[in-house]
């Protein structure tokens, strides 16, 4: 018997004081199924007081018994090391790899798409896509969501195998395959299970766990950014000598020295506080903590902050609008303190701006190459979606195909004017009709979701084949998803039929 779930120790809740009993007699006689629920009971201190020896010696008795869900516990405990047992239990990928191959065999579901993860990814094991394939399709047809979502992300990435998977499973099965968000959302998931295994981990001692658990709270990755968690993680993987621990807490108390001296005034502190925010160095990238942080230095007459606030003012950012009148009076005030690269900066900004005001003449004479770059210079130059929008729309409406897409791209998105998908989708169709493949492939998807037109999946596989036809791979691989869609209708049709 399978006991398995997400959370392991959810078994543990069918058993009552009064049952517990029967299940260590069980146990006791050899049952898999109750070794399995009595290392459980030892490992969490339920029914009986907490010992992690005992709870490994009875979940390995009921692996080596045939219980699948042991074995994929085992194998999860040889792959990351046995906490405070690791003497006994690893790690060791050889038997990791083992436990997991015997779950997976016996049908576990879970440990299937373990194993196809470990093989997709290569990152514990060798790489090898053919065997990733093979395991997330066993689970998929026991009707594992997830491991059709690894599926579909591998045949998008371009994989044959995956494809071909795809297109067995849709003949065999009446539930839809996975859509592109399941992909998406199957690598949320994965993440979520991640983190939560090795913090499992972490909790029972392994250094290698909380140093990775300590980095993923330190990048906010997988989990919200938590400097204080970070630091905590980190100091037990060093308590315990991992190599690369006592670096990042090193490197972390650098940075919180530099952010103590500039909180106290520093104003060289404070400017390179400014600049870990706006390049996202070893913090999150924050472009109003950054021109916060120039600001105060600027204010004590440093002469690097009115330079790097000239660079975010020259460029602009999202939240903040390129503006050549800001940037140049900050270049000039750092001019004024003597800094040396200022003229270059002045030299671009003079000319981007003859540029801009030789394509303005001609955009306004009617020139719709010179409209469309208008466009996409006040678009990403210039971060003023408004301006951008206008110079499309004169470009569009003489018949532009790349103005076309991108207004439509403008609407979809509403960026620079209210969003609106069934405009969209007319300009998207007006560029796709001049043979701009982007287009193309937009408006087949917009046709396959039933956005801002009739849900379409004979018109999208049109228009995905003529954006394919010019080597969208992208395209190419919704077609193959589509086309499993229908031989899964057709099968089912005929089943009913007979």
């Known amino acids: 018997m399978d006991t398995y779930q997400k959370n392991p120790f959810n078994v543990l809740k069918q058993i009552t004081d009064a049952s517990f009993p029967d299940i260590r007699a069980q146990a006791e006689r050899g049952d898999a199924d109750a070794q399995y629920k009595l290392g459980l009971a030892y490992s969490v201190g339920r029914f009986v007081e907490r010992d992690e020896a005992q709870g490994l010696a009875w979940v390995h008795k009921?692996?080596?018994?045939?219980?699948?869900?042991?074995?994929?516990?085992?194998?999860?405990?040889?792959?990351?090391?046995?906490?405070?047992m690791a003497d006994e239990y690893g790690p060791d990928k050889t038997k990791a790899t083992a436990w997991f191959r015997k779950a997976a065999e016996q049908g576990n579901v879970t440990a299937q798409v373990m194993f196809g993860m470990l093989y997709e990814r290569g990152k514990d094991f060798k790489q090898d896509p053919v065997q990733a394939v093979t395991w997330y399709s066993k689970a998929a047809g026991q009707g594992s969501q997830l491991a059709g979502a690894a599926l579909r992300h591998m045949a998008a990435r371009g994989s044959a195998e995956a494809k071909n998977a795809l297109r067995e499973l849709a003949k065999q099965q009446t539930a839809t395959p996975p859509t592109p968000e399941d992909a998406r959302q199957a690598e949320r998931d994965v993440a979520t299970e991640r983190i939560a295994m090795i913090e499992k981990i972490a909790n029972e001692g392994e250094a290698?766990?909380?140093?990775t658990l300590g980095m993923s709270y330190k990048d906010g990755e997988s989990v919200a950014q938590d400097e204080a968690k970070a630091i905590a993680w980190l100091s037990?993987?060093?308590?315990?000598?991992?190599?690369?621990?006592?670096?990042?807490?090193?490197?972390?108390e650098v940075w919180r020295d530099l952010r103590d001296r500039a909180e106290k005034g520093d104003a060289d502190a404070q400017v390179e506080v400014g600049e870990r925010y706006s390049g996202g160095y070893g913090v999150k990238l924050d472009i109003t903590q950054a021109i916060a942080w120039y600001k105060k230095a600027d204010a004590q007459g440093n002469a690097d902050a009115p330079y790097f606030l000239g660079r975010i003012?020259?460029?602009?950012?999202?939240g903040v609008e390129q503006d050549d009148a800001q940037a140049i009076a900050w270049y000039r005030k750092a001019a004024e303190r003597g800094h040396d690269n200022v003229q270059?900066?002045?030299?671009?900004?003079?000319?981007?701006?003859?540029?801009?005001?030789?394509?303005?003449?001609?955009?306004?004479?009617g020139d719709a190459d010179a409209q469309l770059k208008l466009g996409a210079m006040h678009q990403s130059q210039r971060n003023d979606d408004r301006q951008a929008v206008v110079w499309y729309a004169k470009a569009a409406e003489q018949g532009n195909a790349a103005a076309q897409y991108a207004l439509g791209q403008m609407y979809q998105l509403g960026r620079g004017l209210e969003k609106d998908e069934t405009k969209a989708a007319a300009?998207?169709?007006?560029?796709?009709?001049?043979?701009?493949?982007?287009?193309?492939?937009?408006?087949?998807?917009m046709y396959e979701e039933g956005r801002g037109v009739a849900q379409d999946d004979a018109q999208a596989i049109i228009w995905l084949r003529k954006a394919a036809a010019q080597g969208n791979d992208w395209a190419k691989s919704?077609?193959?998803?589509?086309?499993?869609?229908?031989?899964?209708?057709?099968?089912?049709?005929?089943n009913q039929g007979e």
């Open 236 to 252: 037990k993987a060093a308590a315990q000598g991992h190599p690369l621990a006592k670096n990042e807490l090193q490197r972390l």
């Open 208 to 211: 290698g766990a909380q140093f």
């Open 313 to 318: 003012y020259e460029n602009g950012h999202i």
């Open 344 to 365: 270059d900066a002045l030299n671009r900004i003079a000319a981007r701006a003859a540029i801009l005001r030789d394509l303005r003449e001609r955009a306004e004479k």
């Open 478 to 494: 919704e077609i193959e998803w589509l086309e499993a869609k229908a031989d899964q209708r057709k099968a089912a049709s005929k």
């Open 62 to 84: 009921a692996a080596e018994n045939g219980n699948a869900s042991a074995q994929f516990v085992m194998g999860g405990i040889y792959l990351f090391g046995g906490g405070k």
């Open 427 to 445: 300009w998207f169709r007006q560029a796709a009709e001049q043979g701009k493949g982007d287009a193309q492939a937009t408006l087949g998807k």
